[in-house]
């Protein structure tokens, strides 16, 4: 059975591999939020998310704040990543990420996020992504 997004976001498509096994991942653009719904495949042997599961929804974080960076257009790839883990997350949560573009230059996007359940702060994340326009640029 498929869940429903939580209200006011849309499901995203993150592409295959990894990121489909992963799960259902959804995105709010206009609220610059993402979210997911843990699950037993992104816990730990301890029954808690794992901090990898963490680690990859915050990888996603792009999309929220970039509507070029899902499945099918130019690739955004991760250049740096860094993820605080602030409190455990249980099956049957929902984790919310509130995505800040903190800058965009010509070659990298710079994103951070805090992540929350039912506004409880469990993580923050800041990312550095390539700026697919170099790479149309270099095409050219």
Request: cysteine-free.
């Amino acid at each position: 059975m498929v869940e429903a997004p939580p209200q006011g976001f849309a499901l995203v498509d993150l592409g295959k591999g990894y990121s489909e096994r992963f799960g259902p991942v959804y995105v709010d653009r206009p609220g610059r939020r993402m979210a997911f719904r843990v699950d037993e495949r992104h816990v730990n042997p301890v029954d808690g998310l794992h901090g990898g599961a963490l680690a990859t929804f915050a990888d996603a974080m792009i999309v929220a704040v970039h509507a070029g960076a899902e499945a099918g257009a130019p690739h955004t790839p991760t250049i740096s990543l860094s993820v605080d883990y602030f409190a455990p997350v249980f099956v049957g949560s929902t984790v919310t990420a509130d995505v800040t573009l903190v800058r965009t230059t010509r070659s990298m996007i710079f994103v951070q996020s805090l992540m929350t359940v039912d506004a409880r702060s469990v993580g923050r994340a800041s990312a550095i992504y390539r700026n697919p326009a170099i790479q149309e640029k270099q095409d050219d």
